[in-house]
């Protein structure tokens, strides 16, 4: 089944001279789609989810309710704060779905939750043709995940963080070009 985003951005897409594409954050407009956040839906295990961040969330448990509230909510930012874990400081966890049911996420998920990405963002860049040609037209410029407050998927307060939603997207695109699956 093929799914296609509800709209793309049509604004010029210009590579940044110094050849890095920071989408969290400066380079948003033009290149946002590369976020987990961007509305493209995919399907996968037979299921529809909104974005990229939702399928990513519900991950975190086979609990068939915990799947139904994210995929049910209307951001990926909610779902994000759904799959909060319940031990995270109240701050993060006061609208944890797993706080509030006395249940914990899945015990492997820092072992598996890049290849759960990786899965999900090769279906947004499989299922959605033009976030494909978009994703493709980024050359071989650096993808970089600017967050501040992503050490892990992005840059990190320091900067030194993993960029993994970055590399991961470049992996795809790599691969997209290659036509290595």
Do not use: C
């Not at 210009?14 to 956040?37: C, K, V």
């Not at 961007?38 to 915990?66: C, M, N, R």
């Not at 319940?86 to 049911?101: E, G, H, V, Y």
């Amino acid at each position: 089944m093929r799914i296609q985003a509800p709209f793309v951005l049509t604004v010029p897409r210009i590579i940044p001279a110094d050849g890095r594409i920071l989408y969290f954050g400066r380079d948003r407009t033009a290149f946002g789609f590369l976020s987990h956040f961007f509305p493209s839906p995919i399907d996968l295990d037979g299921e529809t989810w909104p974005t990229v961040e939702h399928f990513y969330q519900a991950q975190k448990s086979d609990d068939p309710d915990y799947r139904d509230a994210i995929r049910a909510t209307l951001s990926p930012g909610f779902a994000k704060r759904l799959a909060a874990p319940p031990t995270a400081p109240r701050r993060i966890s006061q609208n944890s779905w797993f706080k509030r049911n006395g249940r914990e996420p899945r015990s492997d998920w820092h072992d598996v939750k890049a290849d759960i990405m990786r899965r999900a963002d090769r279906a947004k860049f499989e299922q959605n043709a033009d976030l494909a040609a978009m994703l493709l037209e980024t050359g071989n410029a650096e993808l970089i995940e600017d967050s501040p407050g992503e050490p892990f998927w992005g840059v990190g307060p320091d900067g030194n963080g993993g960029n993994w939603a970055g590399r991961i997207l470049m992996e795809i695109r790599r691969s997209m070009v290659s036509g290595r699956e």
